[in-house]
């Protein structure tokens, strides 16, 4: 497959690129806002993108709803409700499966420029999907899309998903420093979804 050159490029612009398998983790805030900023600034250079989100409720609408309709950004919010929400991990698998076979579609479909798989990195750390197998499907399709590129967000819980950061071109792992809900400061619209 030829190498993709996005229209931007200078002529003279040699450096070689390809697609980046990147990781957003850790315990602080940012994850999902950080992936959100890639996909609106790969949006603007017109590039095609899709969110696929695991874990908030599909029956709820964000705020990157509203943002990715405006920029022609395509979003699944395909969860139950965070596994603390639900408390039913057979729920919380079955939804985990459904959702990653609509990353497996999007992957697979050859039309887009990036992805995100918002929260995967939760659903491996709580062991609802294997992690071998998504790393293995990950791989068959970089091969076959070199252009691709795909973030991953959620927390690393207990170490769970070191597999997928040694896979990964990109690792970076926010860290909470100080955080509001500490000081009794709920989760509010505009800042955390």
């Not at 600034?41 to 409720?57: D, E, L, P, T």
């Not at 499907?137 to 691709?148: D, F, G, M, S, W």
């Not at 860290?175 to 009794?184: D, S």
């Amino acid at each position: 497959m030829a190498e993709k050159r996005y229209k931007w490029r200078r002529e003279d612009y040699r450096e070689k690129t390809k697609g980046l398998l990147m990781l957003n983790t850790g315990d602080g805030k940012g994850k999902t806002t950080a992936a959100i900023g890639v996909m609106v600034r790969a949006a603007g250079r017109g590039m095609k993108c899709c969110m696929v989100q695991f874990m908030k409720s599909r029956t709820d609408r964000y705020g990157e709803h509203e943002s990715f309709e405006k920029l022609g950004i395509e979003i699944h919010t395909m969860g139950d409700g965070f596994t603390w929400d639900t408390n039913d991990k057979s729920q919380d698998v079955k939804t985990s499966e459904e959702t990653w076979r609509t990353c497996l579609d999007k992957m697979r479909s050859g039309d887009y420029d990036l992805l995100v798989f918002d929260e995967l990195l939760y659903v491996l750390s709580f062991g609802f999907l294997d992690i071998d197998e998504i790393i293995a499907e990950i791989k068959a399709v970089r091969e076959t899309q070199p252009h691709l590129h795909i973030i991953l967000t959620g927390r690393n819980v207990d170490g769970a998903v070191d597999k997928m950061i040694e896979a990964a071109d990109l690792v970076t792992e926010m860290r909470e420093i100080k955080h509001p809900f500490h000081a009794g400061i709920f989760a509010q619209q505009g800042i955390e979804f």
